[in-house]
């Protein structure tokens, strides 16, 4: 139970650390920050901040259907 609950609770973390790397992040390409964003994305991996977003938003995911599947 506790394992689960600290599941979604370091996806939350990653969600809202993600869409803070998103919205400071430099990078070498790109004018737009969403045209950089998807530069690093595929750059860095899970250490952009795209990548933790959506690493987080798995983690959620994970957390609740882990609460339904027993």
Do not use: H, P
């Not at 869409?19 to 920050?33: C, N, W």
């Not at 994305?41 to 690493?55: D, I, T, Y």
């Amino acid at each position: 139970m506790a394992l689960k609950l600290f599941i979604i609770l370091f996806g939350v973390v990653l969600v809202l650390w993600g869409i803070y790397r998103m919205k400071t992040d430099d990078a070498l390409v790109g004018k737009t920050q969403t045209r950089k964003n998807i530069f690093n994305l595929f750059l860095l991996g899970e250490a952009s901040g795209l990548g933790q977003l959506l690493g987080g938003i798995l983690c959620i995911i994970l957390g609740i259907v882990s609460f339904i599947i027993k």
